[in-house]
């Protein structure tokens, strides 16, 4: 339901169900008792140029829809009862997401945007390998440098014993 109502413009008002004798003006009046209007369409069908049995009225305060919206839904117009409920954005193919409520090329910056960012974070990981692949080669030759050294601190057994020899000799 959550996702249903997302996107929901809950002052514009979808009127469906109107006679063909019905234009804005008249459902302008049927809508105007619940509050201030500030937009009423019809839609016309291209071929017939006659509204396509539906509408929206658009009021100024949300509260206003939601009265004509509980008070309309299911009354009778012209003979012709209404189904009223809340307009969802209209629909335009394109866009990420398939279906968008925008053009396709309204995303564009953000595809941009998204690219930018995305070759950035290539970049950081670039570099933070190469930092740890540097780090790492330093503590190998720190630690082979303290091999190393720890071979020259080692005194030969034998060398010592031959030189404690030769001292008590002399």
Known sequence: MAAMMQGVQKNTLYVGGLA??????ILHAAFIPFGD?????????QATQKHRSFGFVTFLEREDA??????????????????????LPERIKGGEQGWAA???WADADTWFERQQQEEEM???EAENRAANQAAEDLRRKKAAEEREGEKEDE?????????ENLQQNN
Request: proline share 6%; no cysteine.
């Open 20 to 25: 063909e004798e019905v234009n804005e003006a």
């Open 37 to 45: 209007i500030k937009d009423v369409k019809t839609p016309l069908d």
């Open 66 to 87: 939601a009265a004509a919206m509980d008070n309309m839904d299911g009354a009778e117009l012209y003979g012709r009862v209404l189904t009223v409920n809340y307009a």
């Open 102 to 104: 925008q053009p396709i």
């Open 122 to 124: 290539r970049h950081l």
């Open 155 to 163: 005194i030969d057994p034998m060398g010592k014993a031959e030189s």
